[in-house]
């Protein structure tokens, strides 16, 4: 009898077994949904990925040779000669981290030209074209017309602006990247998206030239 007992008081009571097993089960279940869950987020991941890879980036033709000036690196910047055309200025950009502000000419104006000023590429569209692209080269390295020397400063999240038409389009920089220079550009942009995009040679490599793209964020 004594040994009965014993082993009575060794045995597990059903009600613990039970509690036990519906731990271990809803344990089990939390583990599977976590990986689904997970799968599922990996796949719509990828499937975004794959979406934006068969979008094929624009392609733009850069009309001048390079967008570099030359002349040694130097402190010294010669003055911008007085030009004899004068001609209202279609809107301006401005990029407050960099201090700078320079005006843009209508496309089809002899003014809009990078030997004189920053230039509008063919091809772009105004801020005020919803999932449009306004396109802007300038001259980096030294000299008057080196308008875009200090775009190298410029990193991811830094605003630009543009004023057009009496309205103020404030824009956030969302890519930066590099492409070889050969007289065409790949632009990669969200196209649902309203850009800016910069162009320029990348500061101490004339064989490549850096695309800034900027995303509209708002109008005032």
């Known amino acids: 009898m004594i040994k009965n007992k014993k082993l009575n008081k060794k045995r597990i009571s059903p009600s613990t077994v039970a509690l036990i097993g519906a731990v271990i089960i809803t344990l089990g279940g939390f583990f599977l949904l976590y990986n689904f869950i997970g799968e599922q987020r990996l796949y719509a991941y990828d499937y975004m990925n794959n979406l934006l890879s068969e979008n ?15 002349g040694e690196d130097t402190n010294e910047i010669a003055e911008e000669p007085k030009q004899v055309e004068t001609e209202t200025y279609l809107g301006y950009l401005e990029i407050p981290k960099i201090k ?7 496309l089809d104006s002899s003014l ?19 999932g449009g692209n306004l396109i802007i080269a300038g001259h980096s390295g030294t000299g008057w017309k080196a308008f875009f020397r200090n775009l190298y ?12 038409n009496g309205l103020n389009y404030s824009y956030r920089i969302t890519n930066i990247y590099q492409e070889p220079n050969t007289g065409t550009i790949a632009i990669r942009r969200d196209r649902t998206k309203t850009t800016v995009t910069l162009i ?4 101490d490599d004339s064989s490549t030239q850096t695309i800034y793209i900027a995303e509209l964020e708002g109008i005032k």
């Open 56 to 70: 094929e980036p624009e392609i733009y033709d850069v009309t001048t040779e390079e967008l570099i000036s030359s």
């Open 112 to 130: 809009n030209n990078v030997e004189l000023n920053i230039e509008i590429i063919e091809g772009s569209s105004m801020p005020d074209v919803t």
């Open 100 to 106: 700078f502000r320079r005006g843009f000419y209508n």
């Open 200 to 203: 320029t040679c990348t500061k």
């Open 153 to 164: 400063k410029l990193e991811l999240g830094d605003t630009l602006i543009i004023t057009y």
